[in-house]
């Protein structure tokens, strides 16, 4: 698909603005409205999803061109897809899809941001979205006992992901899930060194082709290591394994989980049994790739019927954000002896993003702080002493808004409380 | 001027009067006002001879000052503020031109009263959302020009509430109808199509009738009104209740509109409400007042065409549970005061007795309008304010109605004074202008300003004067309609 | 036609450089989407605002407007900014107040509530729920300001208990066209919100009427509204996942029906009966095709409940909802609506008395949600006309007119069938009512457009003007208020004379409303 295949969808915009708000059922006040940081920080209408359907219209038709402007406004939105879940409350048009081409196609015609031309220079050199050398990927594994799937036979695999491989303070995230996975009776292996970035990032961030080629080649591994599970603790990575790969015709039969949801499953089964207490008020926050993105995707070819209601042939079934990936991260901590869940305000398909995605930590630090501050302040309003979230992308994140503003707010992944109560 | 024979052309010589003793009755009323004789009373017959007045009016610069009620007049906007004035009196127009049940409106000329038009609507099955106890000769029309509290809150869900269209003749000589009567149609065409001029506001993106109504005649003059009527109860069960805590009373009164529970529903204090249920018998009024509360509350429950001793019957439980939870007691009589007999007395027709001029006794009202958290304190102050200018404060009667559907508290001090008492009389004549000087700065917010109080509470807000001079330009550009008034 | 630079810098001055944009993508994006299709591929656009501006408060509003005067620019202002915001000339800048968002007091016992323009009513009606409280929402959707200055008409699905912004709004603070500011009421007196009325005359009659100016008077900077008793929970027990959120129970006391009846007299017998027996807390006149949108989460859910509500109505119908203060009143209140029922031989829509559908249908007719369901989600594109603020059955009168006219596109192909019942509404318990008929369709070309909003418009205006049905509240401009007025006690003349007496350098971009032309 092209933008132009979406022009349709972002002409049916109504311009109502109900993309910068959370799903009007669920205000329960006038504070934590907004959902969209894009607009939320920025004010103008043109930051907002609807805007961005106008300009996109406008760029069609050659009413706008390309310019630092373009750029500065196409690439200050996390691509949380907020947006796109409150518009499909009511409206039956893709607005996330037509962002995702517009930025496509700005890579394409060759209008790029120096910042992430460089992170893709990374990733065609070192293999990686995050600033490291490949040789220094599996460094967080030094001391484990686990096989490397790319040189055995691996029908479960664990993706640490390139933010956790190139960040040390997360190495103990990848480290407690292998050990879970290991005590629980699963054969996991891992890719240490020869793990491949998954591409998510680039495709997040318009370099198509680089995330194509990351996707044939980690498929290639995959299939080779004869995996029939991918596991993995990064949202972003979940999301391109199991929603983009398959858009893209490349995931086959892969079963791909998140590690909450895989290791819900095997608490379940009785494998894995949190008996210790763990005496923590904790909030959770939904990551946007594992929650709203999450949700499995929906293959359609066919037409549009022509006439006055919009319907396709065959019937279309638009992704809304319904079958996120919400309850196992919950399951999981419910599951932990002493543990309190204080909800936020804004949870599950309309949670406030951490800051981290688009490319937007990269291209505006000052944005991607600005987004984690309004987070940590919504989560100390639920008076917990903890956020807790399920990806290493938004840990880094609020864990550098908490060390500039002074916040005691503690850090974790879902998966250290784990280790702790098993 | 006009000259006297192009009025005797409009109206008829028999409307048109310069007998002294006519042009002094309009001279002065029961205010403190400074007095000032018009030239001329006339007395237009219909919307024409309004209409040809005003415009004759435009021609000469002559003021012309509207007035629709009978004496006695008690807040001076009726007398000129200029000399050399023409009043038009307007209570000659008796028409009631409609009542219309189904759509639950009466349509009517401003020389109809109360009085008159109670039975009117009666017989449809209708009533008004009246005022307090009104006087035998008040203008209905003039009583919604003027923005009188009435005494049902459930209903009114505006301030300008019971008022809907009016046809008025404005400074300017043109004659322009407001709302829905405005048009596109004549009103036999409209009614013809189904309308009856029940929507007040527009046509468009304005709505006249706000900016006629408190305005005191100086917009334009009045020649009919048509207002929403309410349907008449099946069953009616009134109640009272008395407590020396205003605040307690406050707080079941919030509750009980905020529910929507009753129909008529005012507080008054002992004076008012001895005053009013005596009659003008000084051994009756003593006894009672002696007998009552400091406050007390009346509110009246009532049940229509389905159920209505169902509807009753729960209502009136609800607000006993109400009742309790505050700490208060409805019941049927107070100090020698019938719940019944007080609802008869303030929904009938109005008599001869008015409470304002109980039997040797003048009155002067100063009211205000204001939330509910200043209410009580706004009262202490006045009492405060008024003892402290040495009016005898247990003369002071004092009428809570709460208006707007409880958003809102007219509050009002009802300075009763012995007509014959010069000192007690300069002593009220000061008071109505030092009191409101003070209460304002306390938080009363005094909407309908008369008077010599009228330019301090102009004058509290420029912005809103120039404002209002800019409408008084587009409406009257010759300052012709009662000059002086307000801040014109 | 760019801003002169002295021009630019002056406003930059006043919000600062990073809340003021002409950059081509920023006022690009506040058009309204054009479709080729409906321009017919030429190269005509609705012009661009020239800047867009994010004033912060009042003192910012106040100073741009002064500067639109000294320039000789003109502006217009909107909040959230759905419809009716676009200029028709060159020369003219946006005032977006995204940034004036606050709710500054609510104040329970004298129950009124005070906000700025960006405040949505879906925020003010949270907040006025923990509280015991309630607002009417714009019947467009509580994503909309809860400014009762802002919307078009601010008629909504409380309208029944809960009035109109005519009628609810109190205090209010305006810019005028000239740059002054005026506070109406007790807010200019003593500084206090309750009243917008006086001293005197009450200038509420100069700022709107059924309809408000749309833009062309000023800026309304901040108002205060009436709001209501609420005898529900303060949060509504919501559960489930977006599309498909409903209360997991119906709160006590409350209750919610579709009711349809063999013929619009008996509906209108029904909203009589209903309104002077004061049991409705909700009656909005929806018809078959509107609670099928509602309820829908795709276009093709909607085709399937629409075909299987229209098997269920008679008739023409209405939703009615009971909210009751106590289990007493509630008794006593379903028992009325049962015997009004039965007198006026209604049927009840199964889907709503359907644990399943019903508590979902409640709930969205009170936060407001479904509007944009209910127009817009068939093609993105709608139309149809509508009435003015009058009596309920003068109203439904009216807009029956139109629904036959809507028979006929149907016929033809022009839009889409979904039956040709109005909406109505009752407003006041039936002291007054509005109706509509709404259409959806997807124009192919601007001919397709004028065959049919064209030909809507037409016969709406002459209806209303032959038949004497009042002034309907599409009524706006210059065009049509010269057509109108003359009719209707040459209102237009008067109307015209606000404007030029409280915007004489006519800065107050107002084709939405009327210029000051000689």
């Given at each position: 698909m092209s933008l132009e295949d979406y022009r349709r969808d972002m002409e049916?915009?109504?311009?109502?603005?109900?993309?910068?708000?959370?799903?009007?059922?669920?205000?329960?006040?006038?504070?934590?409205?907004?959902?969209?940081p894009s607009i939320a920080r920025y004010?103008?209408?043109?930051?907002s999803a609807g805007g961005r359907m106008v300009f996109g219209v406008a760029f069609l038709e050659k009413r706008v061109d390309y310019s630092a402007k373009l750029l500065e406004v196409v690439y200050?939105?996390?691509?949380?897809?907020a947006c796109d879940v409150s518009c499909k409350y009511s409206m039956d048009m893709e607005v996330l899809e037509p962002l995702y081409e517009f930025r496509i196609r700005c890579v394409e015609d060759g209008h790029t941001i120096p910042v992430l031309d460089r992170l893709i220079n990374s990733l065609r050199k070192?293999?990686?979205?995050?600033?490291?050398a490949k040789t220094k990927?599996?460094?967080?594994?030094?001391g484990l006992e686990v096989k490397d799937f790319t040189k055995q036979e691996t029908e479960v695999i664990f993706h640490a992901g390139c933010r956790t491989c190139y960040d040390k303070a997360l190495w103990k995230v990848a480290k407690a899930t292998v050990s879970l996975l290991q005590r629980a009776g699963v054969a996991v292996g891992i890719g240490g060194e020869n793990e491949l970035c998954c591409g998510g990032r680039a495709y997040q961030t318009g370099y198509k082709e680089d995330f194509l080629r990351q996707s044939q080649q980690n498929m290639a591994l995959f299939k080779k290591a004869g995996a029939k599970t991918l596991v993995t603790g990064c949202a972003d990575c979940y999301h391109a394994f199991k929603v983009l790969y398959d858009k893209f015709g490349m995931k086959g039969d892969l079963e791909v989980l998140h590690t909450t949801e895989y290791l819900a499953r095997l608490i379940k089964e009785g494998?894995?049994?949190?008996?210790?207490?763990?005496?923590i008020n904790a909030t959770y926050h939904d990551p946007c790739h594992l929650g709203r993105l999450g949700e499995p995707y929906l293959h359609w070819e066919g037409k549009e019927i022509p006439g006055h209601i919009r319907i396709f042939d065959p019937p279309k079934e638009f992704r809304?954000?319904?079958?996120?990936?919400?309850?196992p991260p919950r399951e999981v901590l419910r599951s932990i002896p002493g543990l309190k869940l204080f909800e936020m305000?804004?949870?599950?398909?309309y949670a406030w993003c951490c800051g981290a995605g688009g490319g937007v930590r990269e291209t505006n630090p000052e944005f991607a702080q600005w987004t984690a501050q309004e987070r940590i302040t919504e989560a100390r309003q639920t008076g917990a002493e903890a956020l807790v979230t399920a990806c290493p992308g938004c840990e880094r994140s609020f864990s550098d808004a908490i060390k500039e503003n002074g916040s005691r707010l503690k850090v974790y992944d879902i998966v250290e409380l784990l280790e702790k109560a098993v | 001027m006009i000259e006297e024979g192009k009025l005797a052309e409009v109206?008829?010589?028999?409307?048109v009067s310069r007998d002294p003793a006519t042009l002094n009755e309009y001279?002065?009323?029961?205010?403190?006002?400074n007095t000032i004789k018009p030239a001329y009373v006339v007395k237009p017959r219909n919307t024409d001879d309004v209409k040809k007045i005003v415009n004759l009016a435009k021609e000469t610069l002559t003021p012309l000052v509207p007035v629709s009620s009978g004496p006695?007049?008690?807040?001076?906007?009726?007398?000129?503020?200029?000399?050399?004035a023409i009043v038009v009196d307007l209570?000659?127009?008796?028409?009631?031109i409609r009542v219309d049940r189904e759509n639950r409106v009466a349509m009517f000329e401003p020389g109809v009263t109360f009085g008159e038009l109670i039975p009117a609507v009666t017989r449809e099955g209708l009533r008004l959302n009246m005022?307090?106890?009104?006087?035998?000769?008040?203008s209905v029309v003039g009583s919604l020009l003027e923005r009188e509290p009435v005494i049902m809150p459930k209903y009114h869900?505006?301030?300008?509430?019971?008022l809907n269209c009016v046809e008025v003749i404005f400074g300017t000589g043109d004659m322009f109808r407001t709302g829905?009567?405005?048009?596109?149609?004549?009103l036999e065409e409209q009614w013809a199509a189904g309308?009856?001029?029940?929507?007040?506001?527009?046509?468009?993106?304005?709505?006249w009738y706000r900016v006629i109504q408190g305005a005191q005649g100086t917009m334009g003059i009045v020649t009919w009104a048509s207002a929403r009527c309410e349907i008449l109860p099946s069953l009616e069960e009134p109640f009272l209740v008395g407590s020396s805590e205003l605040d307690r009373i406050m707080e079941m009164v919030h509750w009980l509109i905020r529910l929507r529970l009753p129909n008529e529903c005012f507080i008054l204090n002992s004076t008012a409400l001895a005053t009013i249920t005596a009659k003008a018998q000084p051994e009756v009024y003593t006894k009672i007042k002696q007998a009552l509360p400091a406050w007390i509350l009346f509110f009246n429950v009532a049940g229509y065409d389905y159920f209505p001793e169902d509807r009753v019957k729960g209502q009136v439980l609800d607000i006993k549970e109400l009742s309790q939870r505050i700490g208060l007691e409805p019941v049927t009589s107070l100090g020698g005061v019938s719940a019944l007999e007080l609802l008869k007395t303030v929904q009938?027709?109005?008599?001869?007795?008015?409470w304002k001029q109980p039997g040797g006794w003048n009155c002067q009202d100063i009211f205000f309008i204001s939330n509910f958290q200043r209410v009580s304190e706004l009262i202490k102050a006045m009492y405060d304010i008024a003892a402290g200018a040495?009016?005898?404060?247990?003369n002071m009667g004092v009428y809570v109605q709460p208006i707007v559907q409880g958003v809102n508290y007219h509050v009002e001090f009802d300075?009763?004074?012995?007509?014959?008492n010069r000192g007690e009389l300069e002593v009220v004549k000061k008071l109505s202008v030092d009191a409101v000087r003070q209460l304002i700065d306390k938080g009363?917010?005094?909407?309908r300003p008369y008077g010599e109080a009228a330019p301090i509470i102009m004058n509290r807000d420029a912005a809103t004067v120039a404002a209002l001079k800019k409408v008084k330009m587009i409406l009257d550009p010759g300052n012709i309609m009662n000059p002086g008034k307000l801040c014109f | 036609m760019a801003l002169k630079r002295e021009v630019y810098r002056a406003l930059e001055d006043v919000?600062?450089?990073?809340?003021?944009s002409e950059d081509p993508v920023v006022i690009e994006s506040y058009s309204f989407p054009i479709r080729k299709a409906t321009t017919g591929?030429?190269?005509?656009?609705l012009p661009r605002f020239e800047a867009i501006t994010l004033p912060k408060d009042t003192a910012e509003v106040q100073a741009i407007v002064k500067l639109c005067n000294k320039y000789k620019i003109q502006f217009k202002a909107s909040s959230t900014?759905?419809?009716?915001?676009?200029?028709?000339?060159?020369?003219c800048i946006k005032?977006?107040?995204?940034?004036?968002?606050?709710?500054?007091?609510?104040?329970e016992k004298s129950m009124y509530a005070v906000v700025e323009p960006y405040v949505i009513y879906a925020q003010l009606q949270a907040e006025l729920m923990k509280r015991g409280l309630n607002c009417n929402i714009t019947g467009a959707g509580s994503?909309?300001?809860?400014?009762?200055?802002?919307?078009?008409?601010?008629?909504?699905?409380?309208?029944?208990?809960?009035?109109?912004g005519e009628r609810n709004l109190l205090a209010l603070e305006w810019v005028t066209g000239d740059g002054e500011i005026i506070r109406f009421g007790s807010l200019g007196s003593?500084?206090?919100?309750?009243?917008?009325?006086?001293?005197?005359?009450?200038?509420r009659g100069i700022i709107?009427?059924?309809?408000?100016p749309l833009g062309g008077?000023?800026?309304?900077t901040k108002a205060a509204q009436k709001v209501y008793h609420w005898p529900?929970?303060?949060?509504?027990?919501i559960e489930g996942v977006s599309p498909r959120y409903a209360p997991s129970y119906i709160p006590p006391g409350f209750m919610i029906r579709y009711l349809s009846f063999a013929s619009i007299d008996k509906l209108i017998e029904a909203v009589r009966k209903i309104g002077e027996s004061e049991i409705g807390f909700e009656l909005m006149g929806f018809n078959a095709a509107m609670m099928a949108s509602n309820a829908a989460t795709s276009n093709e859910e909607d085709i399937k409940y629409f075909k299987q509500f229209s098997a269920q109505v008679q008739g023409p119908g209405f939703m009615v909802m009971i909210a009751a203060t106590s289990p007493r009143d509630f008794e006593y209140k379903k028992k009325v609506l049962e015997k009004i029922m039965e007198e006026t031989g209604a049927w009840s829509l199964k889907a709503v008395e359907d644990p399943e559908l019903g508590p979902g249908f409640l709930w969205r007719f009170i936060r407001t949600v479904g509007s944009i369901r209910e127009?817009?989600?068939?093609?993105g594109w709608g139309g149809g006309t509508v009435g003015g603020t009058d009596l309920f059955p003068l109203m439904t009168k009216y807009i029956l007119h139109t629904s036959y006219l809507k028979e006929d596109l149907i016929k033809r192909g022009?839009?889409?069938?979904?039956?040709?019942y109005p909406f109505v509404q009752s407003i006041e318990h039936g002291h007054t009512g509005h109706g509509e008929i709404l259409i959806r369709y997807s124009p192919s070309s601007p001919d397709h457009i004028a065959n049919v909003q064209g030909v809507l418009n037409r016969e709406a205006n002459k209806t209303a003007i032959e038949g004497h049905f009042?002034?309907?509240?599409?009524v706006w401009s210059d065009e049509l208020h010269g057509m109108y007025g003359p009719h209707t006690s040459n209102y237009h003349l008067w109307l015209r004379k606000i404007k030029k007496t409280f915007d004489p350098n006519q800065v107050s971009e107002s084709s939405n409303y009327i210029t000051a032309k000689e």
């Amino acid at each position: 698909m092209s933008l132009e295949d979406y022009r349709r969808d972002m002409e049916t915009c109504r311009r109502c603005s109900t993309c910068k708000f959370i799903p009007l059922e669920k205000v329960t006040g006038y504070e934590h409205v907004n959902v969209c940081p894009s607009i939320a920080r920025y004010n103008f209408h043109t930051y907002s999803a609807g805007g961005r359907m106008v300009f996109g219209v406008a760029f069609l038709e050659k009413r706008v061109d390309y310019s630092a402007k373009l750029l500065e406004v196409v690439y200050n939105c996390q691509m949380c897809g907020a947006c796109d879940v409150s518009c499909k409350y009511s409206m039956d048009m893709e607005v996330l899809e037509p962002l995702y081409e517009f930025r496509i196609r700005c890579v394409e015609d060759g209008h790029t941001i120096p910042v992430l031309d460089r992170l893709i220079n990374s990733l065609r050199k070192q293999g990686t979205m995050i600033p490291g050398a490949k040789t220094k990927r599996g460094q967080w594994a030094e001391g484990l006992e686990v096989k490397d799937f790319t040189k055995q036979e691996t029908e479960v695999i664990f993706h640490a992901g390139c933010r956790t491989c190139y960040d040390k303070a997360l190495w103990k995230v990848a480290k407690a899930t292998v050990s879970l996975l290991q005590r629980a009776g699963v054969a996991v292996g891992i890719g240490g060194e020869n793990e491949l970035c998954c591409g998510g990032r680039a495709y997040q961030t318009g370099y198509k082709e680089d995330f194509l080629r990351q996707s044939q080649q980690n498929m290639a591994l995959f299939k080779k290591a004869g995996a029939k599970t991918l596991v993995t603790g990064c949202a972003d990575c979940y999301h391109a394994f199991k929603v983009l790969y398959d858009k893209f015709g490349m995931k086959g039969d892969l079963e791909v989980l998140h590690t909450t949801e895989y290791l819900a499953r095997l608490i379940k089964e009785g494998k894995l049994k949190p008996r210790k207490k763990v005496a923590i008020n904790a909030t959770y926050h939904d990551p946007c790739h594992l929650g709203r993105l999450g949700e499995p995707y929906l293959h359609w070819e066919g037409k549009e019927i022509p006439g006055h209601i919009r319907i396709f042939d065959p019937p279309k079934e638009f992704r809304r954000g319904t079958y996120g990936v919400y309850e196992p991260p919950r399951e999981v901590l419910r599951s932990i002896p002493g543990l309190k869940l204080f909800e936020m305000d804004r949870i599950k398909e309309y949670a406030w993003c951490c800051g981290a995605g688009g490319g937007v930590r990269e291209t505006n630090p000052e944005f991607a702080q600005w987004t984690a501050q309004e987070r940590i302040t919504e989560a100390r309003q639920t008076g917990a002493e903890a956020l807790v979230t399920a990806c290493p992308g938004c840990e880094r994140s609020f864990s550098d808004a908490i060390k500039e503003n002074g916040s005691r707010l503690k850090v974790y992944d879902i998966v250290e409380l784990l280790e702790k109560a098993v | 001027m006009i000259e006297e024979g192009k009025l005797a052309e409009v109206v008829g010589s028999s409307n048109v009067s310069r007998d002294p003793a006519t042009l002094n009755e309009y001279s002065r009323d029961m205010s403190f006002v400074n007095t000032i004789k018009p030239a001329y009373v006339v007395k237009p017959r219909n919307t024409d001879d309004v209409k040809k007045i005003v415009n004759l009016a435009k021609e000469t610069l002559t003021p012309l000052v509207p007035v629709s009620s009978g004496p006695p007049h008690l807040h001076g906007d009726t007398v000129p503020g200029t000399g050399g004035a023409i009043v038009v009196d307007l209570s000659g127009m008796k028409k009631i031109i409609r009542v219309d049940r189904e759509n639950r409106v009466a349509m009517f000329e401003p020389g109809v009263t109360f009085g008159e038009l109670i039975p009117a609507v009666t017989r449809e099955g209708l009533r008004l959302n009246m005022p307090l106890l009104p006087r035998k000769s008040k203008s209905v029309v003039g009583s919604l020009l003027e923005r009188e509290p009435v005494i049902m809150p459930k209903y009114h869900w505006d301030i300008a509430d019971p008022l809907n269209c009016v046809e008025v003749i404005f400074g300017t000589g043109d004659m322009f109808r407001t709302g829905a009567a405005a048009g596109p149609g004549t009103l036999e065409e409209q009614w013809a199509a189904g309308g009856a001029q029940v929507e007040a506001a527009g046509p468009s993106s304005a709505s006249w009738y706000r900016v006629i109504q408190g305005a005191q005649g100086t917009m334009g003059i009045v020649t009919w009104a048509s207002a929403r009527c309410e349907i008449l109860p099946s069953l009616e069960e009134p109640f009272l209740v008395g407590s020396s805590e205003l605040d307690r009373i406050m707080e079941m009164v919030h509750w009980l509109i905020r529910l929507r529970l009753p129909n008529e529903c005012f507080i008054l204090n002992s004076t008012a409400l001895a005053t009013i249920t005596a009659k003008a018998q000084p051994e009756v009024y003593t006894k009672i007042k002696q007998a009552l509360p400091a406050w007390i509350l009346f509110f009246n429950v009532a049940g229509y065409d389905y159920f209505p001793e169902d509807r009753v019957k729960g209502q009136v439980l609800d607000i006993k549970e109400l009742s309790q939870r505050i700490g208060l007691e409805p019941v049927t009589s107070l100090g020698g005061v019938s719940a019944l007999e007080l609802l008869k007395t303030v929904q009938a027709p109005p008599g001869e007795f008015y409470w304002k001029q109980p039997g040797g006794w003048n009155c002067q009202d100063i009211f205000f309008i204001s939330n509910f958290q200043r209410v009580s304190e706004l009262i202490k102050a006045m009492y405060d304010i008024a003892a402290g200018a040495g009016y005898t404060t247990s003369n002071m009667g004092v009428y809570v109605q709460p208006i707007v559907q409880g958003v809102n508290y007219h509050v009002e001090f009802d300075m009763f004074y012995p007509s014959q008492n010069r000192g007690e009389l300069e002593v009220v004549k000061k008071l109505s202008v030092d009191a409101v000087r003070q209460l304002i700065d306390k938080g009363a917010f005094f909407s309908r300003p008369y008077g010599e109080a009228a330019p301090i509470i102009m004058n509290r807000d420029a912005a809103t004067v120039a404002a209002l001079k800019k409408v008084k330009m587009i409406l009257d550009p010759g300052n012709i309609m009662n000059p002086g008034k307000l801040c014109f | 036609m760019a801003l002169k630079r002295e021009v630019y810098r002056a406003l930059e001055d006043v919000v600062g450089p990073e809340n003021i944009s002409e950059d081509p993508v920023v006022i690009e994006s506040y058009s309204f989407p054009i479709r080729k299709a409906t321009t017919g591929g030429k190269d005509a656009y609705l012009p661009r605002f020239e800047a867009i501006t994010l004033p912060k408060d009042t003192a910012e509003v106040q100073a741009i407007v002064k500067l639109c005067n000294k320039y000789k620019i003109q502006f217009k202002a909107s909040s959230t900014g759905w419809l009716y915001c676009d200029p028709t000339g060159p020369g003219c800048i946006k005032m977006d107040l995204r940034r004036m968002n606050r709710i500054l007091e609510i104040n329970e016992k004298s129950m009124y509530a005070v906000v700025e323009p960006y405040v949505i009513y879906a925020q003010l009606q949270a907040e006025l729920m923990k509280r015991g409280l309630n607002c009417n929402i714009t019947g467009a959707g509580s994503n909309c300001s809860a400014l009762p200055l802002a919307a078009h008409v601010n008629l909504g699905h409380l309208s029944q208990t809960g009035s109109y912004g005519e009628r609810n709004l109190l205090a209010l603070e305006w810019v005028t066209g000239d740059g002054e500011i005026i506070r109406f009421g007790s807010l200019g007196s003593i500084g206090e919100w309750f009243c917008g009325d006086g001293p005197g005359p009450s200038l509420r009659g100069i700022i709107r009427g059924n309809t408000v100016p749309l833009g062309g008077l000023g800026v309304f900077t901040k108002a205060a509204q009436k709001v209501y008793h609420w005898p529900g929970p303060a949060t509504f027990p919501i559960e489930g996942v977006s599309p498909r959120y409903a209360p997991s129970y119906i709160p006590p006391g409350f209750m919610i029906r579709y009711l349809s009846f063999a013929s619009i007299d008996k509906l209108i017998e029904a909203v009589r009966k209903i309104g002077e027996s004061e049991i409705g807390f909700e009656l909005m006149g929806f018809n078959a095709a509107m609670m099928a949108s509602n309820a829908a989460t795709s276009n093709e859910e909607d085709i399937k409940y629409f075909k299987q509500f229209s098997a269920q109505v008679q008739g023409p119908g209405f939703m009615v909802m009971i909210a009751a203060t106590s289990p007493r009143d509630f008794e006593y209140k379903k028992k009325v609506l049962e015997k009004i029922m039965e007198e006026t031989g209604a049927w009840s829509l199964k889907a709503v008395e359907d644990p399943e559908l019903g508590p979902g249908f409640l709930w969205r007719f009170i936060r407001t949600v479904g509007s944009i369901r209910e127009t817009s989600r068939a093609t993105g594109w709608g139309g149809g006309t509508v009435g003015g603020t009058d009596l309920f059955p003068l109203m439904t009168k009216y807009i029956l007119h139109t629904s036959y006219l809507k028979e006929d596109l149907i016929k033809r192909g022009l839009i889409l069938d979904d039956a040709l019942y109005p909406f109505v509404q009752s407003i006041e318990h039936g002291h007054t009512g509005h109706g509509e008929i709404l259409i959806r369709y997807s124009p192919s070309s601007p001919d397709h457009i004028a065959n049919v909003q064209g030909v809507l418009n037409r016969e709406a205006n002459k209806t209303a003007i032959e038949g004497h049905f009042g002034v309907p509240h599409h009524v706006w401009s210059d065009e049509l208020h010269g057509m109108y007025g003359p009719h209707t006690s040459n209102y237009h003349l008067w109307l015209r004379k606000i404007k030029k007496t409280f915007d004489p350098n006519q800065v107050s971009e107002s084709s939405n409303y009327i210029t000051a032309k000689e």
